[in-house]
Structure formats: C-alpha cells, structure tokens
C-alpha cells in the first residue's frame, strides 16, 4: 500500500566490472594449466604455475570482498536504524501480548488438570489401582479438550490397567508377572519376560541333571572296570601262585581219667590212640 511506503530507494548501487572481459583470458590461462603432465621434469613447473594462479585468485578475492564490504555499509545502516524505529517495537510488543496469553492459557490448562487429576484419583480408587500415578498416565491436555473428553482419556488408561490386572491373575508366577508389569505398563511384555525366565530356569536345572547322570554313569562304568581289573588281577596271581591252606589249630587240652578193661580191650584203646594222632602218657 502507497501509505505504507516508509522505505524508497532512491538510487541501486552500480558496480562496474570487467568480470566478462577478464574471463576468457583466464579461462584460456586454466585450460592450459591443466593440459600440462605433471612428471620429475614438469614437476617444479607445474607448482610455479599453481602458486600463480592461487595469486591471481587471491587478489581477485581481495578486490570482491572489498566490494562487499562498500555495497553492504549503507544497508548495514539502514538496517540498525530500521531495526530502532520499526521491528523492534513490534517484537518487544508480541513478546508482552504472547506472556499474557500464555499467562491465560496455563491456568485454563492447569484447572483442566486439576479437575482432571481428581477424577483420576477417584477412579484408580474406585477400580482397586493404588501402584499408578497420574504422571504415568501421560496424558495431554489441549484448550479445546472438554471435561467429557479428557475424563474419557483417564477412565480409558484405568480400564486398561485393570483389564491387563486381571490377565496377570491368570498367568503362572503372576507375582514376577506383576512385578515386571508395574515398571513398563506392558503386559504382552511382562509375560514374556518372566515366562522366558523360567524356561531358561528349566533348561538350565535340566542341563545340571543330565550333566549330573552323566558323570554319575562315567564314575560306575569306572567303578566296574576297576572291579573288572581287580579280579582279573586276582585271578592271574591264583593261576600263578599255588598258596597252601593254612589249617587252623585247635587248643591242646589235656584229659585224665582211668580206664578198667581186659588186657585186650585196653590194647585196643592204646592202638585207637595212636590211630588217632593223640598225645598219651
């Protein structure tokens, strides 16, 4: 609009250059810079060549920055001085407007909050949940949220805990279950961990058992092999050894008594005495 034209330039900064008359001079000087074979002979050559071109540049750069420099000082100004008078007025204004609105906003916000976190409270009551916080429920609150909406929002989190409870009470090792579920609000996950934990328990109780049996079969076969060697032994040493048998003795005793008899009675007892190996007098 006409009346808002504050800003009119009045004059474009002209440069004068002779960027194109220069150009073909040095694209023809580049080119030839870069057909050149680079060997032990050209080596030294070559590098002279390169330090003069990076020279050539580095004025050429001198020259565009100073340019730069000239072109940018009045804008440079303007801008300060725009900056002053316009811009930051308006920012310094929005800045104030935005603190207020915010300052009404949040508290819309935090009376949804507060209404909303007592009905959590009730309800995670009234539905036997004491382990969960309002925090974890995480739930957002918009300025356009109605209290229907975000009451929804929290009887929503709460059944669901309370359906994943009752899936738990059904579950071997609930207790572990419900350990592992009170720190995630994961119940599929829950499950499998502990579940997994208890195979591997298995697995592993099954492992020493049968590492068990095993050595307690290597320790008999050993046992019977070495009873095995043993008798074998044994019987080499019999073959081998012909060991008498010792004869146990018997206590000599001695016995006195007087026999009367006919002479040939007793003649015949003395021959049973000495038959029999006894020790008379």
Do not use: W
């Amino acid at each position: 609009m006409e009346e808002n034209q504050l800003i009119i330039i009045k004059q474009l900064p002209e440069i004068e250059a002779n960027l194109k008359a220069v150009s073909d001079e040095i694209q023809e000087k580049v080119e030839q810079a870069k057909q050149l074979v680079c060997n032990e002979e050209t080596r030294q050559l070559i590098k002279k060549i390169r330090a003069d071109l990076n020279k050539e540049l580095s004025e050429f750069e001198k020259q565009r920055k100073n340019v730069k420099e000239k072109i940018l000082a009045p804008y440079n100004n303007f801008e300060k001085v725009y900056k002053e008078c316009i811009s930051d007025k308006y920012i310094e204004a929005d800045k104030e407007l935005k603190n207020k609105i915010d300052q009404v906003e949040n508290e819309i916000k935090k009376q949804k909050e507060d209404d909303l976190r007592v009905y959590f409270e009730e309800y995670k009551k009234y539905k036997n949940i004491e382990f969960i916080d309002f925090e974890r429920a995480n739930m957002k609150i918009g300025l356009s949220d109605s209290k229907t909406a975000l009451h929804k929002q929290a009887k929503d989190f709460i059944d669901k805990i309370y359906s994943d409870i009752n899936l738990i009470d059904t579950q071997d090792h609930k207790e572990e279950i419900m350990v592992e579920y009170k720190q995630t609000l994961n119940v599929g996950n829950a499950i499998t961990i502990v579940k997994t934990r208890y195979e591997e328990i298995e697995k592993e109780k099954k492992r020493k058992l049968e590492e068990e049996q095993k050595k307690a079969e290597i320790r008999l076969k050993q046992q019977e092999e070495n009873t095995k060697i043993a008798l074998e032994n044994l019987r080499q040493q019999n073959e081998i050894l012909d060991i008498p048998k010792v004869e146990e003795k018997e206590e000599i005793l001695t016995l006195k008594f007087t026999v009367r008899a006919t002479k040939s009675k007793l003649k015949a007892l003395k021959q049973y005495l000495i038959d029999g190996g006894y020790d008379y007098e």
